[in-house]
């Protein structure tokens, strides 16, 4: 198993948000955490990059513990993160943004630049233009772009179509699709549960910072209280 979470308990000082999470992540999936508003899911991602220290449980990545982490040896570990704001330098240029991405191993730039510019072509149309003159759909792709530098073990997406037209929403989850079909599993936490379901092998339901449905996500589009509680159905 790629990554693994046991019985994490995790919060913001002394606000406990997360009381004993499970999850895994295997090489070539893609799985998803849905659930409403307040359910944790983004600290999930946060206290797996080192952002939030975790007062309990175990996090193993590549069979190494690394709960507690700082963010930086984790992206040196493999490990790449792409917040839902804040996530790209609005004065630099969309290839300045790139090369930024690989800070930590400047060696890694050129090779970063032509693997995302092969993944983006829009970006590269746009790689003289700054990051502040893009649609917020581009912002997107070209924060995916910045994760994508160093060719990631692993990337965490969070809530990526938050503020996108449905037009850009479609274009963003077949792009997070082919990303992983070139063999970069991902963990995403996402607001449109159908959407995320749809391209993820496998979902967890978060609710008040506990698991409460896990599966295939066949089985949890399926599930008809999962349908009533969180797919509008």
Known sequence: MLLELREVISGYG????LHGV????????????IGPNGAGKSTVLKTIFGLLKPKGGTIFFAGEQIKGI???RLIRKGISFVPQDKNVFPSLTVEENLAMGAYTRPN???KGKELVFSRFPSLYDRRDIRACYLSGGERKILAIGIALMLEPALLLL????MGLSPKYKKALFDKIAEINQGGIPILIVEQNAYKALKISHRGYV????????????GELLANSQ?????LGG
């Open 22 to 33: 499970d999850m895994e992540v295997d090489n070539g999936e893609i799985v998803c955490i």
């Open 108 to 110: 890694m730039v050129e």
């Open 158 to 161: 969070d809530e990526p179509s």
């Open 70 to 72: 700082d963010p930086h």
């Open 206 to 217: 978060l609710d008040m910072g506990k698991n409460k449905f896990q599966g295939e996500s």
């Open 226 to 230: 999962i349908k009533k509680l969180y």
């Open 14 to 17: 002394n606000l406990e948000i």
